[in-house]
């Protein structure tokens, strides 16, 4: 065994999911695990170092051959010092020097990011940004996560919080986000929200061919929106669109601010493919400016679940390439 391998872990409020990956971004072993996040940080954390060491020893890597760990997780949050200030599906996380913690536990060096920062990590080292520099990627699923890479680097901004790109504003004073701003484009754009649009409006008096499901209580997705576009159904039609069109101002703002070679749509919602990425382009192109020859391409993501972990080790071999670990412990 001559190969080296980077540690992805990425930390969801329901599963933990856990990757050795090579210098390539191929994995060659990974696990899920249920992360019962209820227990508050300690214990979560001591199992994250356990399931780490397992799938080390089920890969039959030996531990030199491990050059760290890359762990995404959600924020807000601190890369640069490994503390997780707080997150919403993650009780009781406040200020957790998560890549310290995980050092301690495992002799391995760690380094973190935002999940969403590190999933299009993922995307562009080894998925549908892999052949350009300047890339950024909007996750499409409950709410938007997205991240900007420009250059290879992932942007971070002075507060480490850049590339929220789900709460721009897209309509001032409009619905309420999870955020507590109103008119984010998350509201109006996720998966989750166009779903939950489409059965408002069915419990307002209009007619879908998904009332049945509303009737009888059956939550639904974008999936089940997506097939409905795909029937001709008006209500759905119509949400899909407008979920398009706020994408498209999205993808006009991404252009304007950070001119990247490709846009990339991932999540649940980009699993609807070209009923997402032409309606996306045709709103996009009524809407930019024609002074430039050339514009983003809009991609649907390739790595599906896996770009969270992939991303992650990403991020752990630039570190190690470039000799930038952070948090070492203070032990
Ligand atoms: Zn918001």
């Given at each position: 065994m001559t190969d080296s391998y980077a540690v992805g872990v990425d930390l969801g409020g329901t599963t933990v999911r856990v990757a050795l990956v090579d210098r390539t971004g191929r994995i060659h072993h990974e696990a899920a695990y249920d992360s019962h996040v209820e227990r508050g940080p300690e214990p979560v954390i001591d199992d994250m170092a356990r399931w780490v060491g397992e799938v080390i020893a089920a890969a039959g890597v030996p531990r030199e051959r491990i050059v760290g760990i890359?762990?995404?997780?959600?924020?807000?949050?601190?890369?640069?010092?490994?503390?997780v200030h707080k997150a919403a599906n993650l009780p009781d996380w406040i200020n957790v020097p998560l890549t310290r913690a995980m050092h301690?536990?495992?002799?391995?060096?760690?380094?973190?990011?935002?999940?969403?920062?590190?999933a299009a990590y993922g995307e562009f080292w080894a998925g549908a940004g892999r052949d350009v520099d300047n890339m950024v990627m909007l996750t499409l699923g409950t709410g938007?996560?997205?991240?900007?890479?420009?250059?290879?680097?992932?942007?971070?901004?002075?507060f480490e919080n850049a590339g929220e790109l789900g709460h721009w504003i897209v309509?001032?004073?409009g619905r309420?986000?999870?955020?507590?701003?109103?008119?984010?484009?998350?509201?109006?754009?996720?998966?989750g929200?166009?779903?939950r649009r489409v059965a408002e409006s069915i419990r307002d008096g209009e007619p879908s061919i998904l009332s049945g499901l509303v009737q009888k209580g059956v939550p639904f997705g974008a999936r089940e929106v997506v097939q409905a576009v795909q029937d001709g159904d008006p209500l759905a039609s119509r949400l899909w669109d407008e979920a398009c069109y706020y994408l498209a101002i999205a993808c006009v703002n991404i252009q304007h601010a950070y001119n990247p070679t490709r846009i990339v749509m991932a999540g649940g919602m980009s699993k609807a493919g070209d009923v997402l990425t032409?309606?996306?382009?045709?709103?996009?192109?009524?809407?930019?400016?024609?002074?430039?020859?050339?514009?983003?391409?809009?991609?649907?993501?390739?790595?599906g679940d896996d770009a969270g972990v992939i991303g992650a080790a990403g991020w752990a071999w630039k570190a190690e390439q470039e000799g930038r670990w952070a948090a070492e412990p203070a032990c």
């Open positions: 890359g762990i995404g997780s959600p924020g807000p949050l601190s890369p640069s010092r490994g503390i301690q536990r495992t002799g391995l060096r760690s380094i973190m990011d935002n999940d969403a920062n590190l938007i996560g997205a991240g900007v890479v420009i250059r290879g680097e992932l942007l971070h901004g002075h309509v001032p004073n309420r986000c999870s955020c507590g701003q109103r008119g984010c484009l998350e509201v109006y754009a996720s998966a929200n166009v779903a032409q309606l996306v382009q045709k709103h996009f192109e009524l809407l930019a400016w024609n002074l430039y020859d050339d514009y983003p391409e809009i991609r649907i993501a390739v790595l």
